[in-house]
């Protein structure tokens, strides 16, 4: 078997001729030979047993009676503004329950913007729920871009005024993995038809009118 050597500020070369070298840009095999030295990336350690990226979930199952709340309020949204909106997902850990809490923000169009602040002792902050208004379930590019820093749950709710649509992920570490929706919630399937009337958190949301782009011209 080859050495293995973490390269940190105090890492000075060894003498050895062939080795692995695990650097913050991954893993290098070092050979030095008398007529050359190559550092060459490393696509493993041929006799470790191999390992893929995986989440095993160990947290109550969350219930389904949260989503249909969130469910309740992005449809009021939807219902006054045709817009998105979103609902911060959170544990709280003296009584080991999740919460739903909806942030203060402006809507309009295909988004919404949301203040960001700190949540109080004893809450813990796990993820993002937020809507699609009338479009189908899905994380887009710009899910994506504003959850990579944030690890946790991050789900989606589509198709509010006809079949809802659900997409469930984790993100940690930038990496983002889909998770079934049977993996996640109790009762599976949602009872989607028990989702209350209305939802009290309707005075958060301001709308933001988000103006058209000009139209293009064509001619000389």
Known sequence: MLPIYLKDRDF???????YYLLTRD??????????????????????????????????????AALLLQAVAFFRAVYARYESEAVALLAWRETTRTYELVVPHQTVGGGHCDYEVREFPAGL???????????????HSLRDSQDERFEDGFHLTIGNLDTDLTLSCSVVVQGGRGQIPPERLFSPYPIPWEQ????????GEVDRKVTPLLPPIEFGP
């Open 195 to 202: 989702a209350p009337p209305e939802a009290e958190w309707i």
């Open 124 to 138: 813990m902050r796990l993820g993002t729920i937020h809507s699609h208004a009338g479009v189908e379930a899905f």
């Open 26 to 63: 991954g893993l290098f095999l070092v050979k030095r030979t008398p007529f050359f030295e190559a550092v060459v990336p490393a696509a493993g350690i041929p006799w470790l047993e191999p390992q893929g990226p995986e989440i095993r979930l160990g947290a109550p199952p969350l219930p």
């Open 12 to 18: 000075t070369p060894p003498e050895d001729t062939v």
